[in-house]
């Protein structure tokens, strides 16, 4: 089992940046594909950005392609989300977590598949 803790959320006007944490607590945190979702109030939860237990493949919406980027230590346990040039619209609280199957190479969009789960941080883009 793993736990999941965020951190890094804010307020942040438009065209800022901000960079999310989420750490691992648990073991073989390199064994876990990893996500960040956010939910919009009002919206469903999205897939923002994956990526593989590696390290090497990732994944990110259209709708943050070139703003955001995924990346993960695993000797620190920890995947992070960089956002930048964010906008009023990326406004919703963001939850990384971990998937426990999949190979090496594999990532994970669908909520549906990922076993644990984060609390989320608020992300709230001023206009």
């Known amino acids: 089992q793993v736990q999941l803790v965020e951190s890094g959320g804010g307020l942040v006007q438009a065209g800022g940046s901000l960079r999310l944490s989420c750490a691992a607590s648990?073991?073989?945190?390199?064994?876990?594909?990893m996500g960040w979702f956010r939910q919009a109030p009002g919206k469903e939860r999205e897939c923002v950005a994956a990526?593989?237990?590696?390290?090497?493949?990732?994944y990110s919406a259209d709708s943050v392609k070139g703003r955001f980027t995924i990346s993960r230590d695993n000797d620190k346990s920890t995947v992070y989300l960089q956002m930048n040039s964010l906008k009023p619209e990326d406004t919703a609280v963001y939850s990384c977590?971990?998937?426990?199957?999949?190979?090496?190479?594999?990532?994970?969009?669908?909520?549906?598949?990922?076993?644990?789960w984060g609390q989320g941080t608020q992300v709230t883009v001023s206009s």
């Open positions: 648990g073991r073989s945190f390199s064994s876990y594909a």
């Open positions: 990526i593989s237990r590696n390290g090497i493949s990732t």
């Open positions: 977590a971990a998937d426990r199957r999949g190979g090496s190479y594999s990532l994970v969009t669908k909520e549906g598949e990922y076993d644990y």
